[in-house]
């Protein structure tokens, strides 16, 4: 399994935009899909967006589709999620998931990932 960290959360405006990033440990960085999910107070955690090992493949839901950006720097063993146009409906608990690339499968289910970071909180105001 790989460790994972995220940051860059914080309050922002409506409108506004935020980058989070997860840094990641181990040497097999590379060869891993990477996720973000988000957990609002009183809800489940729900999928947000994936990027392939190479970064040629990315899935988003379809609320951020048009707003949020994932990418990602193998170099730097990093997963960035860019989130413009914020809406409050986008405040949760924001987690960096990882597991070894194999394809799409359940790739937007918390189950098919096995290493997640311990979240960073994003909070919109309206």
């Known amino acids: 399994q790989v460790q994972l960290v995220e940051s860059g959360g914080g309050l922002v405006q409506a409108g506004g935009s935020l980058r989070l990033s997860c840094a990641a440990s181990?040497?097999?960085?590379?060869?891993?899909?990477m996720g973000w999910f988000r957990q609002a107070s009183g809800k489940e955690r729900e999928f947000v967006a994936a990027?392939?090992?190479?970064?040629?493949?990315?899935y988003y839901a379809d609320s951020v589709k048009g707003r949020f950006t994932i990418s990602r720097d193998n170099a730097k063993n990093t997963v960035y999620l860019q989130m413009n146009s914020l809406k409050p409906e986008d405040t949760a608990v924001y987690y960096c998931a990882a597991r070894v690339d194999r394809g799409s499968m359940q790739l937007n289910s918390p189950a098919g990932y096995n290493s997640w970071g311990q979240g960073t909180q994003v909070t919109v105001s309206s």
């Open positions: 990027i392939s090992w190479s970064g040629g493949r990315t």
């Open positions: 181990g040497r097999t960085f590379i060869s891993y899909l």
